[in-house]
């Protein structure tokens, strides 16, 4: 537990264990001089979404204590192995994408393990922002998902924090089985999944993004005093269909993200390896194209893209 800051008005620094692993998470937990609730911040669930893991130290670094009404806890890397081994979506412990293993399970796998040290700081919280990202092989428009699961009061929580996010674009998600949010509004914290940066690069607009979302989160919630800044009106997607290979080949996408999709409009192709084409991949949905594939290599079953739809 991250516990060592348990006097107010204090930022402690350290590595959370997990249990069975050889894994440490460096965290950062700020004490607000003022009694409050308790905020959760994680960047790096995915190793290769660099903006999120920089916001989160950024954010460590600026949070000032004594402004601060209750507590935030910073995972600055939430998946160290996936980071160092520069991974995308996957933790070289095991195989797993550890954004599918929530709540996991403290006696499972390696990622099983972590998962189930995240939720034991998640039981502390209130809240729960999960910053990602395109990963290494994704482009992205930004976006911010919140789950459309737990009591009206979480859901409209969630709905909040993620207008105060300032990304225009919002998913309201019916769920990903294991991911983050969802496991979160079965515990009845609002969260959020705030995506931002693509296809490895650390870029410091995208960054920028995810730390002045996590500031207005913090003035819309109180942990800060002042009013979050004000966004103009998002666009609200109910639904984000998730196109994959059907085997494996060379990837020519046909679209980008931001462009608009009619339904059965040509996406992409997968040729093989003299060029000839193995599959015509056509949208699915009518809608905007929040995700790409951009890697040349595509294996049986890999995402190629997604449409948001209302
Ligand atoms: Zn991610």
Same mark, same amino acid.
């Given at each position: 537990m991250a516990q060592a800051g348990t006097v107010a008005g204090t930022k402690v620094r350290g590595y959370l264990e997990v249990p069975g692993t050889q894994v440490e998470i460096p965290y950062t937990d700020v004490r607000g001089a003022a009694d409050g609730p308790t905020l959760l911040l994680s960047g790096g669930?995915?190793? +290769?979404?660099y903006p999120g893991i920089a916001a989160a130290i950024e954010v460590a670094s600026r949070l000032d204590p004594q402004q601060l009404h209750g507590r935030v806890i910073v995972l600055?890397?939430?998946?160290p192995p996936a980071f160092w081994g520069k991974?995308?979506?996957?933790?070289?412990?095991? +195989?797993?994408?550890l954004n599918r293993?929530?709540?996991?399970?403290?006696?499972?796998?390696a990622s099983e393990r972590m998962a189930a040290r995240v939720i034991q700081e998640l039981r502390q919280a209130n809240y729960w922002i999960d910053m990602h990202g395109g990963d290494i092989h994704e482009e992205l428009v930004p976006f911010t998902i919140f789950s459309d699961h737990g009591s009206a009061e979480v859901r409209e929580t969630a709905e909040n924090m993620a207008r105060a996010y300032g990304i225009p674009r919002l998913i309201r998600s019916s769920s990903v089985a294991g991911g983050s949010y969802a496991a979160a509004a079965e515990l009845g914290v609002p969260a959020i999944l705030p995506e931002s940066g693509q296809v490895g690069q650390l870029d410091p607009v995208a960054q920028a993004i995810h730390v002045q979302g996590v500031f207005d989160v913090l003035h819309l919630l109180g942990f800060l005093s002042g009013d979050p800044t004000p966004h103009s009106a998002s666009q609200v997607y109910t639904r984000m269909v998730w196109s994959r290979a059907s085997q494996q080949g060379f990837w020519r996408p046909k679209v980008h993200p931001g462009d608009r999709v009619a339904a059965g409009d040509l996406a992409g192709i997968l040729h093989d390896a003299y060029g000839d084409t193995l599959d015509e991949v056509r949208s699915q949905e009518a809608g905007e194209v929040l995700f790409t594939a951009s890697s040349f290599a595509i294996g049986d079953d890999d995402p190629l893209f997604a449409v948001a739809a209302p």
């Amino acid at each position: 537990m991250a516990q060592a800051g348990t006097v107010a008005g204090t930022k402690v620094r350290g590595y959370l264990e997990v249990p069975g692993t050889q894994v440490e998470i460096p965290y950062t937990d700020v004490r607000g001089a003022a009694d409050g609730p308790t905020l959760l911040l994680s960047g790096g669930v995915h190793g +290769g979404e660099y903006p999120g893991i920089a916001a989160a130290i950024e954010v460590a670094s600026r949070l000032d204590p004594q402004q601060l009404h209750g507590r935030v806890i910073v995972l600055h890397l939430t998946n160290p192995p996936a980071f160092w081994g520069k991974m995308q979506y996957w933790n070289p412990l095991d +195989g797993k994408n550890l954004n599918r293993c929530f709540p996991g399970d403290p006696e499972g796998s390696a990622s099983e393990r972590m998962a189930a040290r995240v939720i034991q700081e998640l039981r502390q919280a209130n809240y729960w922002i999960d910053m990602h990202g395109g990963d290494i092989h994704e482009e992205l428009v930004p976006f911010t998902i919140f789950s459309d699961h737990g009591s009206a009061e979480v859901r409209e929580t969630a709905e909040n924090m993620a207008r105060a996010y300032g990304i225009p674009r919002l998913i309201r998600s019916s769920s990903v089985a294991g991911g983050s949010y969802a496991a979160a509004a079965e515990l009845g914290v609002p969260a959020i999944l705030p995506e931002s940066g693509q296809v490895g690069q650390l870029d410091p607009v995208a960054q920028a993004i995810h730390v002045q979302g996590v500031f207005d989160v913090l003035h819309l919630l109180g942990f800060l005093s002042g009013d979050p800044t004000p966004h103009s009106a998002s666009q609200v997607y109910t639904r984000m269909v998730w196109s994959r290979a059907s085997q494996q080949g060379f990837w020519r996408p046909k679209v980008h993200p931001g462009d608009r999709v009619a339904a059965g409009d040509l996406a992409g192709i997968l040729h093989d390896a003299y060029g000839d084409t193995l599959d015509e991949v056509r949208s699915q949905e009518a809608g905007e194209v929040l995700f790409t594939a951009s890697s040349f290599a595509i294996g049986d079953d890999d995402p190629l893209f997604a449409v948001a739809a209302p």
